[in-house]
């Protein structure tokens, strides 16, 4: 469900704001793991400006307004 979030709203949520607009509830603990993990194996990055953006498979479609550093 995190995933699929993510891939949905790809760049327009910082980490927090990502969780507080998930559609059910999730313990911020938990959250907290699944952003870790997903991090890990290089399928989510954070821009710059803590924004997090889905970037898997690597030719997916990224949001325009993310700037990686």
């Not at 979030?5 to 980490?15: C, L, P, R, T």
Request: hydrophobic letters at 40%; aromatic letters at 18%; glycine letters at 6%.
């Amino acid at each position: 469900m995190v995933e699929k979030f993510i891939k949905d709203y790809s760049g327009e949520f910082k980490v927090y704001q990502l969780w507080k607009n998930l559609p059910k509830g999730v313990m911020y603990q938990t959250y907290k793991i699944i952003i870790s993990y997903l991090l890990d194996i290089n399928k989510i990055a954070v821009d710059a400006e803590g924004k997090i953006g889905y970037i898997w498979p690597p030719d997916y479609k990224r949001n325009k307004n993310l700037k990686w550093e």
